[in-house]
């Protein structure tokens, strides 16, 4: 098998490792000058996979180019290259190399530079031209060439497109595209025509709106062709132009043969408020203009789902794409495109009811992989070309899945056989690795992980090059039935029961949260009451006992220890305020007793009551399954406004699992909090739906919905494992939140806790401050802001059997 290679960018270095899956040790680092290279800030291959543009801390902006046999290197500096470049573009031959760096305010220097290749590996760039723009956003494409280079696009901070010589960007201009508001975006047709032609662009223009962000005038799509007139003159024609509704970005995608263009254009907010994620529009349009379809209208029959684009993709060498639309668990179908009859018809319906928003097709096209990354749950689904001899027909068959979880990037390799998954930082600070996947099976090959992970990039291969050769349809037809046998073996085993189901007794835990039992007297979640010192104790005080009187008489300087540095309102010290070991900071009014203690012999006659519970059921040896199902999380609702009620008549149950959502709020849980406030209508001060939270394996995303002041307090050993900040507010439209066990979400509602007559909903008598300290009786010591705090738990649903 032949070798391939990619690099991997973390916060210490850059390295390059060779992949070959038939070795027992697959990855293997390749240190070779300059490589590792410390503390890089981008890096770029190139098409051809000849060349590594990066950007070194101490030499800035530079190019190394390996031989043909991808062994030798020579290292290229770029001086004219602004210090903060912080990307690369290339051209599709990889003939020039862009550095783009941001613009400065009031600069005017350039920060876009165009270098040339030399003709050999040993030629040093040439810089070719330079441009300003001053106002270029993080990976916007504001220079393109056509397939061959021959034509050269360039946007203009006005909004206006240059068509320049592809071989010559410093030359006036061949053409100049002015259309009626600035332009958004463009992209070159993949392939040429042939004849005169010279290149298709497609160029979105987006919606005209008001003061107020009102749609007063639709988007544009406009398809143009650019012909040859003579050697220096370029004839443009405009064959399409489709207004879209509204749509405020786009992204054009050309099928492999530039005959047909999918617009998928998208606004911020969704008018119609079916989706809290903003609008979108498909559009399939011909080259010629005779076809212009929106895939998302109703009326078209072609989805019948909602109006909602996950993900769409064209195959790289076929007429023929995916389409992953509806809310999730979405629908993921497969269409056919006929250029000579220009109809799009829905071949196959690859998965009914999923939670993906990926798709990613191999190189050859035989293989593509159906995702569920982002805020999902990771799940991969690997689908192969089926061929039985039609080559007409459309089809794909299932024939592998796997779970790569908190996956920020995924890549399909040279080979078109393996898979790689990577979870970056800065979206995740946690479990960073590069890992590497089988297609064919979805099995995991090798994995490497990192403290702070970047970047990871296949090499690609040269467009010429014949190492690989495409899956064929047995490799295809042998792994789908291996599948097959796989699901129908797992099928045939005897499902697991839970005990209720086989008439063994029913859940004491899922009984006493339905308020059908009663919780036990042990329980240590229950306030225990206050415990009377004997006359000895009073008499002989010991001291803690004189600690606190002192507290008792409200004499600060006396409970707390002047050598403790902690300040009672960081969030960090909240468990030791929950657990009554914190000092009580200066102003707050002071409990009249600290809070209970329990006792070592109740803790003792608590663990040998649920000891007893655990062996009353005797339950066979658990499955791997079984073992992951027995464990679940729950919300207990606890805080200044909560009566001393069981622990099941205040917890909420969570999904079991991955991807699924549960609501909180007034709407599902209004019986609830009116039951538990101090207030009988202090209910109506929580948002109708306050957040959303869905189950990502072992953790928690949780979403702000409503308008109550919320933010998420997490334990010491969550910053500790994490880095994570103490306390987090959350705010509604900026995503989610994680959420690990132990952390909290603490609400504040705007409710009094010292006065029943009182419920002030003044947004500023509203404390912010997430660490208000909670005294014995329940009640808040600060302000008049009633708070509720639901914190993550997790319970072992196998005490009593199930």
């Known amino acids: 098998m032949a070798t391939l290679s990619y690099f991997t960018r973390d916060k210490e270095s850059i390295k390059l490792y060779d992949f070959d899956a038939s070795k027992e040790e697959p990855l293997v680092e390749r240190k070779v000058t300059p490589f590792p290279l410390p503390t890089p800030k981008a890096a770029q291959w190139s098409p051809d996979g000849l060349a590594l543009a990066l950007v070194d801390p101490t030499r800035g902006a530079q190019v190394v180019s390996f031989g043909s046999d991808g062994q030798g290197t020579n290292i290229h500096s770029l001086p004219s290259a602004s210090k903060s470049t912080q990307g690369f573009l290339w051209s599709p031959k990889s003939t020039f190399v862009v550095s783009v760096a941001p613009g400065q305010k009031g600069s005017t220097e350039p920060n876009l530079h165009v270098w040339r290749r030399g003709e050999t590996v040993e030629q040093e760039y040439e810089l070719e031209s330079t441009f300003l723009h001053p106002k270029l956003e993080k990976g916007a494409k504001v220079l393109q060439w056509s397939a061959d280079e021959a034509l050269c696009a360039r946007l203009l901070p006005d909004g206006r497109v240059y068509i320049l010589r592809g071989t010559d960007l410093a030359s006036e201009p061949l053409e100049t595209l002015k259309l009626g508001h600035g332009v958004q975006s463009f992209e070159f047709a993949p392939a040429r025509s042939g004849g005169s032609l010279a290149g298709r662009l497609a160029v979105f223009v987006p919606d005209v709106r008001d003061d107020m962000q009102r749609v007063v005038g639709p988007a544009h799509v406009y398809i143009f062709e650019f012909t040859l007139e003579g050697s220096d003159a370029v004839k443009c024609v405009e064959k399409v132009k489709t207004p879209v509704a509204a749509g405020q970005v786009a992204e054009l995608l050309w099928n492999h043969s530039g005959s047909a263009l999918i617009a998928h254009c998208q606004t911020e907010v969704d008018e119609t408020g079916l989706s809290y994620y903003g609008g979108s529009k498909l559009c399939l349009i011909s080259s010629d203009g005779e076809c212009q379809k929106d895939l998302m209208d109703p009326a078209s029959s072609l989805v019948s789902n909602g109006g909602i684009v996950q993900a769409v993709a064209w195959s790289p060498c076929r007429d023929e794409f995916i389409l992953i639309h509806g809310f999730q668990p979405s629908r993921a179908t497969l269409f056919s495109w006929d250029d000579r009859t220009k109809q799009v018809a829905a071949a196959k319906v690859l998965l009914e009811k999923a939670h993906r928003n990926t798709i990613r097709f191999n190189h050859f096209g035989s293989l593509v992989c159906l995702a569920g990354f982002g805020n999902l749950a990771g799940q991969v689904d690997f689908f192969g070309r089926a061929d039985d001899g039609e080559s007409d027909k459309v089809d794909f068959v299932r024939v592998a899945g796997c779970t790569a979880n908190c996956t920020v990037s995924a890549e399909w390799a040279p080979d078109g056989r393996h898979f790689i998954t990577s979870v970056l930082a800065p979206r995740m600070r946690v479990d960073n690795q590069a890992s590497v996947w089988r297609g064919l099976t979805g099995t995991l090959v090798a994995a490497v992980k990192y403290e702070e992970l970047y970047d990871v990039q296949w090499r690609p291969e040269s467009p010429g090059s014949c190492r690989f050769l495409d899956v064929n349809g047995e490799e295809i037809d042998e792994a789908s039935k291996e599948l097959e046998g796989k699901v129908g073996a797992a099928v045939a085993a005897k499902a697991y029961r839970p005990p209720k189901a086989r008439g063994e007794g029913s859940n004491m835990v899922a009984a006493m949260m339905r308020g059908e039992v009663a919780a036990p007297d042990a329980d240590r979640r229950k306030r225990q009451p206050r415990q009377q010192r004997t006359k000895d104790e009073e008499n002989n005080p010991s001291p803690r006992h004189e600690e606190e009187g002192g507290r008792e008489r409200g004499d600060h300087r006396d409970s707390r220890d002047p050598r403790d540095p902690r300040d009672p309102r960081d969030p960090r010290d909240r468990e030791r305020r929950h657990s009554g070991d914190a000092g009580n900071p200066e102003g707050m009014p002071t409990p009249s007793h600290p809070p209970p203690q329990q006792p070592p012999q109740q803790q003792q006659q608590q663990q040998q009551q649920m000891q007893q519970l655990r062996s009353a059921t005797p339950l066979p040896p658990a499955t791997p399954q079984e073992e992951q199902a027995a464990t679940d999380f729950c919300l207990e609702l606890s805080g200044s406004a909560v009566k001393h009620l069981p622990f099941s008549r205040r917890c909420v149950l969570l999904p079991q699992s991955a991807g699924e959502s549960a609501v909180v709020g007034r709407a599902k849980h209004g019986d609830m909090l009116r039951e538990i406030l101090l207030e009988q209508s202090a209910a109506k001060y929580v948002s109708r739906e306050h957040f959303r939270i869905t189950r990502r394996g072992q953790t928690f995303d949780v979403e702000l919905l409503g308008s109550n002041v919320t933010w998420v307090l997490r334990p010491p050993s969550s910053i500790r494992e994490g880095g994570l900040s103490p306390a987090e507010e959350l705010r509604a439209g900026l995503g989610p939140v994680s959420l690990r066990e ?61």
Not at 754 to 777: C, V, W, Y
């Open 742 to 802: 132990g952390d909290q979400i603490a609400l504040f509602t705007g409710a009094s806790d010292h006065n029943d007559n009182n419920h002030s909903n003044d947004n500023n008598n509203i404390n912010n401050n997430p660490n208000n300290h909670t005294n014995s009786e329940g009640h808040s010591t600060v302000g008049s802001v009633a708070s509720l705090r639901w914190t993550l738990l997790r319970i072992d649903l196998s005490v009593d059997g199930s």
